[in-house]
């Protein structure tokens, strides 16, 4: 049988297969096709002949068979033999791959298209970063302009509400702290228009009284005195409530806590009205119920302070004839008070006003009836101190109505737990 031809390539070893430096050799540049090559070739066949493979293949002539050996010094060739006679070369291309005309030409198109594609990238950036900065920095701006001008104490600065994101929350809540300075500013003007005209009234009388005694149109006696010393009084009494308002307004009025029983505060405090009720022909009709007792944590002081305006406060205003109801309301936890005249009652519009410093209400809440407008705010404050509320209203066919909510001491527990946490501190 015949043997089949054999193709051997030289091993490194061999003389055969080397050429020049050792095995990593240069060819030379491929000639020009040889007369018995194909004068012109597809397109195909042209490109796959110059593709850049790493291994390539070359007949005797060193005419690439399969693939290209790149001009580099990182080529590696062998020869091929058959049957010990040299047929063509393999080689293989160590460093990096040649390009085709074709693939730069392609690299080339595509880098273009990046430019492009990177410029209008930008240009649409430049273009939403614009139109957004201007929509998050035009509310910013705003509150900043508003910031500084309430700094300017222009209170009635107002932003306008543009969206329900959080900048338009934030520019609502700048609004409601604008309203409420606006507001705050405004009593302000008002505290102070008041307290110089309440100071102005007792002054000028007796600026009046003594200057009459100086020109002797007025004897110097005891009456004259008398009359001194009433204006002297009220004007400390004004000065002494607009210094306990302060107190409460620090968060500093003195308050001695202890476990006391509100309806014998009460009592107490009804016992040392009672002549003067009679004299102005008020009655009292008790609706306060003894059977059970009732405890709270409080200043027996102040809750008789707080009873004594509300009273002085009937007494001041309310028609003789008349009557002054008390009832009593009390539940597991809270004891209500009511305080019912029987008129006549305030404006509706001047309700809500009634607990404001220095704040009178026209017609039967008039200034000729005496009173420095403050006792039922030093009320309000008393009553906040001890943990309730206070409230007034026009009662149906009656007069004004106050209410008042405090809470009770819990049943069954200790006295340290029962006192308030202020009280404990300072105690500690």
């Not at 198109?109 to 957004?132: D, H, K, M, P, W």
């Amino acid at each position: 049988e015949d043997e089949l031809p054999s193709v051997r390539v030289s091993d490194p070893g061999e003389s055969g297969g080397r050429m020049q430096g050792e095995d990593r050799l240069v060819p030379p540049s491929p000639p020009p096709p040889s007369s018995t090559s194909p004068l012109s070739r597809s397109r195909l066949e042209k490109d796959f002949l110059e593709a850049p493979f790493r291994i390539f293949l070359l007949d005797m002539e060193r005419q690439p068979i399969f693939g290209r050996p790149q001009p580099s010094d990182e080529i590696v060739m062998r020869e091929i033999t058959l049957q010990g006679k040299p047929i063509g070369w393999l080689g293989v291309n160590k460093g990096p791959p040649r390009l085709t005309p074709s693939e730069i030409a392609f690299l080339e198109r595509q880098n273009e298209l990046f430019y492009l594609i990177g410029c209008g990238i930008f240009l649409l950036t430049a273009v939403v970063s614009f139109f957004l900065s201007r929509n998050l920095l035009a509310p910013i701006k705003e509150l900043t302009d508003g910031t500084r001008a309430l700094t300017r104490r222009k209170f009635s600065t107002r932003i306008e509400v543009r969206s329900r994101d959080e900048l338009g929350q934030l520019a609502a809540d700048f609004n409601v702290m604008a309203q409420t300075l606006e507001q705050y500013e405004e009593m302000r003007k008002q505290w102070i228009s008041d307290i110089s005209h309440e100071l102005r009234t007792p002054l000028s009388i007796l600026r009046g009284e003594i200057e009459a005694m100086q020109d002797g149109v007025r004897d110097l006696d005891l009456q004259a005195l008398d009359s001194v010393y009433a204006e002297v009084l009220h004007l400390g009494k004004i000065v002494a409530d607009l210094h306990e308002l302060s107190l409460a307004d620090a968060g500093a009025l003195n308050m001695d806590r202890r476990l006391l029983d509100p309806i014998q505060v009460l009592r107490e405090t009804l016992r040392l009205f009672h002549t003067r009720f009679e004299q102005s022909q008020i009655a009292i009709l008790d609706n306060l119920n003894d059977s059970r007792q009732v405890t709270l944590w409080g200043d027996p002081v102040r809750l008789s302070q707080l009873f004594a305006n509300i009273l002085e406060n009937t007494l001041r205003y309310a028609d003789a004839p008349g009557d002054l109801r008390l009832i009593q309301n009390v539940s597991a936890t809270e004891l209500t008070l009511i305080f019912e005249d029987s008129g006549p009652g305030v404006p509706e519009e001047s309700v809500d006003r009634l607990f404001d410093r220095l704040y009178r209400a026209d017609s039967a809440r008039t200034r000729s009836k005496g009173g420095s407008g403050l006792g039922l705010a030093i009320c309000k404050s008393i009553v906040e101190s001890h943990g309730g509320t206070i409230s007034a209203e026009n009662a149906a066919s009656r007069g004004l109505r106050i209410k008042i909510v405090v809470p009770l001491a819990a049943v069954g527990t200790d006295e340290k737990q029962r006192r308030p946490r202020d009280q404990q501190y300072l105690d500690s």
